[in-house]
């Protein structure tokens, strides 16, 4: 019974755990944050300790930043135009430009990319109403010695024609990212696409 049953007992463990994780962002959420997502007609729970560290008209990164650990979400609208942009290909190729141009390396031509040669998981769901597609691997600093997981929700907006690509990863090279890698996630997964 287990056998048979063990995806749908972890997503539903995993929808418990991103639930609890939830329930305290909203208690501690970060009002700045809010507005400006607002404007952007997204919204998003990011708790108190998130910065938004760029913000420009289609770009946003918002990160939680220690010594030892980095946290971060960026947040990228594409003009939709074409059901192939949904494409696992064509959005990892999407991603990687926005990360590429925005993203930059502590080295001089250093930036984040995706990393490619490790499989990168692509699924399709439903998210708030939204047709989305998730992709899960690892990123990599282009250039230099950074990397980590990463999970990215792209959402369609209709209304707008554009896609809301979210892009979660986690930089924690001495510690499991598993734990911090679940808090992003919560994260990403409060996205709603406002009406």
């Given at each position: 019974?287990?056998?048979k049953?063990?995806?749908?007992?972890?997503?539903?463990?995993?929808?418990?755990?991103?639930?609890?994780?939830?329930?305290?962002?909203?208690?501690?959420?970060?009002?700045?944050?809010?507005?400006?997502?607002?404007?952007?007609?997204?919204?998003?729970?990011?708790?108190?300790?998130?910065?938004?560290?760029?913000?420009?008209?289609?770009?946003?990164?918002?990160?939680?930043?220690?010594?030892?650990?980095?946290q971060?979400?960026?947040?990228?609208?594409?003009?939709?135009?074409?059901?192939?942009?949904l494409?696992?290909?064509?959005?990892?190729?999407?991603?990687?430009?926005?990360l590429?141009?925005?993203?930059?390396?502590?080295l001089?031509?250093?930036?984040?990319?995706?990393?490619?040669?490790?499989?990168?998981?692509?699924?399709?769901?439903?998210?708030?109403?939204?047709?989305?597609?998730?992709?899960?691997?690892?990123?990599?600093?282009?250039?230099?010695?950074?990397?980590?997981?990463?999970?990215s929700?792209?959402?369609?907006?209709?209304?707008?024609?554009?896609?809301?690509?979210?892009?979660?990863?986690?930089?924690?090279?001495?510690?499991?990212?598993?734990?911090?890698?679940?808090?992003?996630?919560?994260?990403?997964?409060?996205?709603?696409?406002?009406?």
């Amino acid at each position: 019974m287990f056998a048979k049953s063990k995806k749908s007992i972890v997503d539903t463990l995993l929808k418990d755990e991103r639930a609890r994780y939830l329930q305290s962002y909203r208690k501690f959420e970060n009002p700045e944050i809010t507005r400006v997502l607002k404007k952007r007609a997204v919204k998003m729970r990011f708790p108190k300790g998130y910065d938004l560290d760029v913000h420009k008209d289609a770009f946003m990164w918002v990160a939680h930043e220690t010594p030892m650990i980095s946290q971060g979400v960026i947040i990228s609208f594409i003009n939709y135009s074409d059901t192939a942009q949904l494409h696992k290909e064509n959005l990892i190729h999407q991603i990687d430009s926005v990360l590429k141009k925005n993203v930059p390396g502590a080295l001089d031509g250093s930036y984040m990319a995706i990393e490619k040669r490790i499989d990168i998981i692509d699924q399709k769901m439903l998210l708030n109403k939204n047709y989305t597609v998730k992709l899960t691997g690892l990123w990599r600093t282009e250039g230099d010695y950074m990397g980590g997981p990463f999970v990215s929700l792209v959402s369609v907006d209709t209304k707008r024609n554009r896609l809301v690509v979210c892009f979660g990863y986690v930089y924690a090279p001495r510690y499991s990212k598993r734990n911090y890698m679940r808090q992003v996630e919560t994260i990403l997964y409060s996205l709603k696409i406002r009406e």
